[in-house]
């Protein structure tokens, strides 16, 4: 918190009007005149400016509504003579918050600055959790929890070497777009990164398709071809539900990774190609090797680096940006979610992990209803996309719904209340230390949102 700064320079006045914010429990720094307050604020900005129109040396009004944009983004709250109406206006439209006519109502004075620091407060963490969303995408891996940011950074760490990486994690946590961020934050960007989904294949074909054939090395093999090795020469190779890999083609891979050679299907002499593997399985690994299902020595030579993708249930903090950031892949209309569709996202548990909340959100915004201003997701939309309710109301009337700035806000502000809530077990004092609030101001905000 940044305070308020007061721009006025009659000296009762400062003091008053000081004494009072204080004892409310502002910050409050004073400046008796324009240029003053400028350089006050440009040292350190304030959260509010109550600002005196016609102060010295010119004690010209027009010259105070100049001052405004000065203090931007901060609130300002004018204050004028009791017979100044239209130069309250004229404030308002130059970026005014509001106003307030001397000799002030100190009732008056508490509601209005109230008012405004709320609203900068709330204009704040929306900032900052806009510019959390736009570097949070960095690499193809959305998410600003410590989990993703700590994958980010061993990512970019590992991808210049050439140490073979397996991914481990969760069905739907990321994994192939873990080896498409390695594959392009490394040397080898330019030249191709192949997938080959192991599972998929039967274990009759993976090898020609891995390794490649000679014509008439098998029944059908009418030309030569060249497998994903050789395809993938330069780049990358990932190796997806490399725990599927059958016994015998996990003893040819070893080769590979020992010396980059390996044999063509009907060739008698072997081939080399110059490619980093990355593998990845959501199966446990380590428990494959134990029962015999997977080789031990293949397991160390994939395990150069070993990277965990987080399920979502571990990162629930990335629920909400992760759906924003989906919502704005899906559509090209202006399109938001409800307060109630918050709730839900950030109430649910995922076991599909991010494949899932894609699918439920994309989903979700081709049933919601649109509107002059847009799409508005509700938790019915989003429930019934994920099977769990049934078909909402399309018809419902997206006026209903909130729209304006002022019910974003709201809606945030009780998110992150709700949120932190659950995180302290319901526990009020813990609470409200969480956000930044007395204990009091967070019954009173909990009475006033029916959340008790
Ligand atoms: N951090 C993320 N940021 C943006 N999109 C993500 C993120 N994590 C996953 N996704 C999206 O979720 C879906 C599943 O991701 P991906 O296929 O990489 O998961 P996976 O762990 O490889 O799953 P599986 O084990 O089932 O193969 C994809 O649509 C992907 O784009």
């Known amino acids: 918190m940044s305070g308020i700064l007061l721009a006025d320079d009659e000296p009762a006045f400062q003091r008053l009007t000081g004494a009072w914010l204080r004892g409310l429990g502002h910050e409050v720094r004073v400046a008796g005149d ?9 040292e350190k900005p304030a959260d509010l400016v109550l600002l005196d129109l016609a102060m010295p040396p010119h004690h010209d009004p027009e010259a105070g509504l100049a001052l405004i944009p000065a203090f931007a983004p901060a609130p300002v709250v004018v204050m004028t003579g009791h017979a100044d109406h239209a130069l309250a206006l004229k404030a308002i439209d130059a970026g005014a918050w509001d ?12 509601v209005v600055v109230a008012r405004a620091m709320e609203r900068a407060r709330l204009a704040r963490e929306l900032a900052e959790l806009k510019a959390q969303a736009g570097t949070a995408e960095d690499m193809g891996l959305a998410g600003a929890s410590a989990p993703m940011q700590a994958l980010r950074e061993l990512i970019r760490r590992v991808a210049p070497t050439r140490l073979p990486v397996l991914v481990l994690g969760p069905s739907g946590t990321g ?5 498409r961020a390695l594959h392009e934050a490394s040397p080898r960007a330019g030249k191709p990164l192949v997938p080959v989904h192991c599972g998929a294949i039967p274990a009759e074909l993976l090898e020609s398709e891995l390794f490649g054939h000679l014509k008439g090395s098998f029944t059908g093999a009418v030309a030569d071809r060249p497998g994903l090795v050789e395809t993938a020469e330069g780049g990358t190779l990932f190796l997806d539900e490399i725990g599927e890999m059958p016994a015998v083609m996990q ?16 060739a008698r ?12 399985t959501h199966r446990d690994l380590a428990a494959r090797v134990a029962d015999g299902s997977f080789r031990e020595d293949l397991f160390y030579r994939l395990k150069g680096v070993v990277l965990r993708t987080p399920p979502l249930d571990e990162r629930p903090g990335d629920v909400a940006l992760l759906a924003a950031l989906f919502l704005r892949r899906a559509t ?5 979610f409800t307060p109630e569709a918050m709730r839900w996202l950030a109430s649910r548990n995922w076991p599909g992990n991010v494949r899932e909340l894609r699918a439920a959100v994309e989903c979700a915004s081709a049933l919601a209803p649109r509107s002059a201003t847009g799409i508005l997701v509700d938790a019915d939309d989003l429930a019934f996309a994920v099977g769990e309710g049934s078909l909402p109301n399309s018809g419902a009337p997206s006026a209903m719904r909130p729209q304006s700035l ?14 932190a809530l659950e995180r302290t077990g319901h526990n009020h004092t813990h609470t409200a230390r969480e956000l930044g609030l007395s204990r009091v101001g967070l019954l009173k905000k909990l009475d006033r949102m029916g959340l008790r």
């Open 175 to 179: 994994k192939e777009l873990v080896a």
């Open 34 to 42: 324009g240029d003053a307050a400028k350089a006050a604020f440009a």
């Open 406 to 419: 002022e019910e974003e806000l709201a809606a945030l502000e009780r998110l992150r209340i709700v949120q």
């Open 269 to 280: 002499t072997p081939k080399t190609a110059d490619v980093r593997i990355v593998a990845a």
């Open 251 to 266: 003893v040819k891979l070893l080769r590979f990774l020992a010396d980059g050679s390996y044999q063509p299907v009907g």
């Open 332 to 336: 090209d209309a202006a399109a938001r």
């Open 99 to 110: 106003f307030l006519a001397k000799p002030v109502d100190p009732d008056l004075l508490r």
